[in-house]
């Protein structure tokens, strides 16, 4: 069952305010990846507790880095449905999973957080492993 927009609204404004462009069709998805910029962080965004309380605050955390990605797209499951499964078609090699980040390479995922990488775990270790791949990978 999808929520009404206006309660996603600021769930998906956490994320937006910090500089992450929304893909809401599969050809927004498609058309990410045709011209893949150098490296590109996704995060699959979602209702969850673990989003609001480890999954966005980690992703604003990780971004205070010195390295980052050079695009930032979300796509929001139970939302974006469309979007969403196009997007996993792209996460190749982790099974679907939401919250999710996954840094990429190009058009290859190259790091990922999945669920239960973020689910119980305070934001600033989630953003700390994820600032170091940014350190490591780009």
Not at 31 to 42: K, R
Request: hydrophobic fraction near 40%.
């Amino acid at each position: 069952m999808m929520y009404p927009p206006e309660m996603v609204a600021p769930m998906r404004g956490e994320l937006t305010q910090i500089g992450f462009s929304e893909m809401l069709t599969a050809a927004d998805v498609d058309s990410l990846f045709e011209d893949a910029p150098e490296s590109t962080l996704v995060v699959i965004n979602s209702i969850c507790g673990c989003s609001a309380g480890g999954c966005r605050p980690a992703v604003k955390f990780a971004l205070e880095a010195e390295k980052k990605p050079a695009k930032l797209v979300t796509v929001f499951a139970g939302q974006d449905t469309e979007a969403t499964a196009k997007m996993r078609e792209y996460i190749t090699g982790y099974a679907p999973s939401s919250p999710m980040i996954v840094l990429f390479k190009g058009k290859e995922p190259v790091f990922a957080l999945e669920r239960h990488q973020i689910e119980g775990r305070h934001p600033q270790e989630i953003g700390a492993d994820l600032s170091d791949s940014f350190a490591r990978l780009l």
